[in-house]
């Protein structure tokens, strides 16, 4: 078997595309998920704030814009590429990123006492 420029070319291709991808979902993905626990997260210092937490109306467009921004470089590859893996890609990550966006706007978690 012949390894012709072309070949490696794509095999470079796909292995810093696998590389980029996993630095994306996985540093960037904590990022964001941190920073939205944080944002949304009941930050009043009484009883009732530790027994029903509620969500913090300033943190609601930053779990929304975190979701939107941490799906869309697939969204747009699935736009560019348009083959089933991309699209399955796109389709995985728009589902995570509304699964994230529900559990942390129905489901407030208890903040720090500022």
């Known amino acids: 078997m012949t390894i012709t ?8 291709g796909w292995f810093f595309g696998g ?11 904590a990022y964001l998920l941190i ?7 009941d930050t009043r210092c009484d009883v009732e ?17 975190s979701g939107l921004f941490w799906a869309a470089p697939f969204v747009v590859l699935a736009l560019v590429r348009r ?6 890609l796109a ?3 728009s589902a995570i990123s509304i699964a ?4 942390f706007l129905l489901h407030p978690q208890q903040g720090f006492c500022w």
């Open 35 to 41: 920073l939205s626990a944080l944002s949304s997260a």
């Open 100 to 103: 994230f966006m529900a559990v």
């Open 49 to 65: 704030s530790n027994l029903h937490p509620r969500l913090n109306p300033g943190g609601i467009p930053w779990v929304i814009g």
């Open 83 to 88: 083959n089933r893996l991309t699209l399955a």
């Open 91 to 93: 389709g995985i990550a």
């Open 19 to 29: 590389i980029a991808a996993i630095l994306w979902v996985y540093p960037v993905g």
């Open 5 to 12: 420029a072309s070949n490696l070319r794509r095999g470079t």
